[in-house]
């Protein structure tokens, strides 16, 4: 049963708490603050499941953070994380919240110097937020550090640490762990995974899941729209869409959703080419790179990111105003993520997807998922068939420019790489000339590659 509260101190939150929660703007707990923060500070594991925008960081954040001050040591608390760029938020809201105590915190990321995250671990901080797969590798590779006081153990996007993708890193991550602690699981979607959840959790577990009488998953603020194109001219119609929504929103920024890091590239470098100054942010971009992009973005310097669902989970950007699908997800409840950047903390927002005849089913299973029907966005046919070729000769050259470029290279070089580690694993000794054969091949498939299209 909810637990209606006016305000922060009426969930029993220290003075400093409610001091930096006014400082920061938060004047009423969210209903998923006010439900799950009184338990967690009754020592209880909490499963939090509420739509995107809904404050979930805060309640974890701030009944740790109260805990931590009880008892201050480090490592106090462990949060895990699927992705880099949400890792690097949730820090930077612990920091924020904790200014007032000195709180230190590290974030444990992929793509960046193992050498200095070790450093940091050993300096022993009050907070690690860390993805799975690079906390394996550090406890797999030094001993400076150690997980076994750990106070809580926070998985935000639950579901997607639990969908059997990060297995084998948890399985090692969750031995190097106390068995006494608290753990706290927080998503937006969890119906699939909440059973593996509990198996997790302790036998009296707290759970509590947002309660929406129209059982609609997605925040009523947002405004979910669909535009139908044929799929080889998808470009030109994301092209119009940014035009249309720009003649009666100049200001706001839009993320756009691809599905693969090829894709998100080329995308980004054919919008730039016709004028609309965008970011990209995918798997294939370092780490540092990845962070500057979503910098620009967030400080509004560039009102387009280009993104694959790396950027779908967690992160929050007020200025955000549309959403659009360049190309649909195949499993629905990724759609809601995707959508969930937009229309946050009770603003309004829109999302449009671009549906193609091969989508039709996908939007269907959206709809039910959501529990509510996407309406048509208009756009100019005419205006399509203006824009056509400029569009289909602005890709040509970013797929030779992309070409050119070591993009693939590096790709088949990480593949190869992770082929040597398991070599490595099972004892055998990796012979470097196949790594200089390997981009051999690469350069001499690039080349080929782009004369054809140079040609065509």
């Known amino acids: 049963m909810s637990v209606e509260v006016k305000?922060?101190?009426?969930?029993k939150l220290n003075?400093?708490?409610l001091a930096q929660c006014q400082s920061m703007g938060l004047s009423k707990p969210t209903?998923?603050?006010q439900n799950c923060i009184p338990r967690i500070l009754m020592g209880e594991d909490c499963i939090g499941c509420a739509k995107t925008g809904s404050g979930k960081t805060m309640a974890f954040a701030l009944p740790i953070l109260q805990k931590l001050c009880e008892d201050p040591y480090g490592i106090f608390a462990l949060v895990l994380t699927p992705t880099r760029e949400l890792a690097f938020q949730i820090a930077d809201q612990?920091?924020?919240i904790g200014k007032a105590v000195n709180l230190k915190k590290c974030v444990i990321v992929g793509g960046m110097d193992m050498m200095e995250q070790g450093l940091e671990l050993s300096k022993r901080p009050h907070i690690v937020v860390a993805t799975p797969g690079r906390l394996a590798d550090h406890l797999d590779s030094c001993d400076t550090f150690s997980l076994q006081r750990i106070k809580f153990l926070v998985l935000d996007e639950a579901d997607r640490l639990l969908g059997g993708h990060f297995d084998e890193q948890l399985k090692k991550i969750f031995a190097a762990l106390p068995k006494e602690k608290q753990v706290l699981f927080f998503s937006a979607t969890m119906t699939d995974t909440l059973d593996k959840v509990r198996q997790i959790a302790s036998e009296k577990v707290f759970t509590w899941q947002e309660k929406d009488d129209a059982g609609i998953a997605t925040v009523r603020e947002l405004d979910q729209r669909y535009v139908l194109c044929p799929r080889d001219v998808l470009d030109s119609y994301l092209v119009e869409v940014i035009r249309t929504f720009r003649a009666t929103d100049k200001n706001g920024s839009i993320m756009i959703f691809t599905d693969t890091c090829k894709h998100c590239q080329l995308l980004s470098m054919t919008l730039n080419d016709v004028g609309f100054a965008n970011v990209a942010l995918?798997?294939?971009?370092r780490q540092k790179e990845r962070l500057a992009a979503l910098n620009k973005f967030k400080s509004n310097h560039v009102q387009i990111l280009i993104a694959t669902d790396v950027a779908a989970r967690g992160?929050?950007?007020?200025t955000v105003q549309l959403v659009v699908n360049h190309v649909v997800p195949n499993v629905p409840k990724e759609y809601i993520h995707?959508?969930?950047?937009?229309a946050r903390a009770g603003k309004n927002g829109m999302a449009i997807s671009l549906i193609t005849p091969h989508d039709i089913k996908l939007l269907h299973a959206i709809e039910d998922a959501i529990g509510t029907k996407l309406t048509e966005y208009k756009v100019d046919d005419k205006e399509i068939v203006t824009i056509l070729t400029q569009i289909s000769v602005a890709k040509r050259e970013a797929e030779i420019k992309l070409d050119e470029t070591d993009f693939y290279e590096k790709k088949m070089i990480n593949k190869r790489k992770k082929l040597i580690l398991e070599e490595l694993e099972g004892g055998q000794s990796p012979d470097e000339a196949d790594i200089v054969k390997e981009k051999q091949e690469c350069k001499k498939k690039r080349k080929k590659k782009s004369l054809?299209?140079?040609t065509t």
């Open 338 to 342: 995707r959508v969930g950047r937009t």
């Open 31 to 33: 209903p998923i603050q």
């Open 315 to 318: 992160l929050d950007i007020p």
């Open 7 to 11: 305000d922060f101190s009426d969930l």
């Open 15 to 17: 003075s400093w708490l």
């Open 452 to 454: 054809r299209l140079k």
């Open 94 to 96: 612990f920091a924020a």
């Open 282 to 285: 995918h798997a294939m971009i």
